[in-house]
């Protein structure tokens, strides 16, 4: 897949819709063997008589397959260079087999990098809904791109003073 | 494994070791193919060209390995009702394979819960170091757990009195 989405075209305020995804009780217990395995990911009854009221995927789970999504309909054309972290992660509701979820992906914020010019950092809203329109997920936080022309010293000089102003 | 961490045993300041785990770079290849199919997560080659220097785990795979130690070794042994959510997620260094990661507990808070007086929420820092003790992930967030005793209307008048005052 070619490149073609940069830095400089992740205007703050534009949305993207990411596809949609599920998970079928095999894979949530899978998943959950492997990483989380506490009852109520692990086995109906266990789901039921849990907070959640049915088997329902690690929230962990759940932040991985919006990262497939992400990744597959998003970064893979971008000029990623990876995230420092997140701000926030809030697991809204349980997220049952076979839910179908849709992610949706909103720019926040951009800033050139002084220390990096020929890259910049984007923070970012993910929100995950389920077939019920219920956001089950949301998280903001930090990537950095690839620019197409790396940051000048006015831009940078601008972008500075724009903050100090603000 | 009986249940005999409640929420009155997680004082605010205390810190728990939850042991070390590690992936290989064939475990480290399988979670990327799965859900964060980026090159530096699936290709030695395309891990030393990117800014992390070579193959390494996907942020959410790291997040996982963090969650499974917690489980094993702190949450199978209380009454955890699951979690709403982290404040503050960092990815801090890159986690290679076969990295000796040992995970730190840290309670920082704890407050009984109005609408749930069987329960309470504590808000605890993670903190994963590699072997060269540099720190390669660090969340903070809430838990909630279950009590011994309900929370009587007493506390909670004084919880919030304390609250306000403060």
């Given at each position: ?9 992740l ?23 492997q ?38 309909n998003?970064?893979?054309?971008s ?12 697991w ?12 949706r ?5 951009a ?9 910049g950092?984007?923070r970012?809203?993910w929100?995950?809904?389920n077939?019920?329109?219920e ?13 197409r ?7 940078l ?5 724009e903050?100090?102003?603000?």
């Open positions: 897949m070619p490149i073609h989405i940069y830095w400089e075209d205007t703050p305020g534009s949305t993207r819709e990411l596809g949609t995804t599920s998970a079928s009780a095999e894979e949530i217990k899978d998943f959950a063997e990483f989380d395995p506490q009852p109520f990911h692990l086995d109906e009854l266990a789901g039921r008589k849990s907070v959640f009221g049915g088997l329902c995927a690690s929230g962990w789970h759940t932040c991985a397959m919006a990262m497939r999504l992400t990744v597959d998003f970064l893979r054309e000029a990623s260079m990876g995230s420092p972290g997140l701000e926030n992660l809030r809204l509701k349980p997220v049952y087999p076979d839910d179908q979820l849709s992610l992906h909103t720019i926040l914020e800033r050139p990098m002084r220390k990096r010019p020929e890259a950092l984007v970012s809203r929100e995950l809904f077939q019920n329109g956001k089950v997920l949301e998280m903001e936080g930090w990537g950095m791109f690839g620019r022309e790396p940051a000048t010293p006015e831009e000089a601008r972008y500075e003073a903050r100090a102003a603000s």
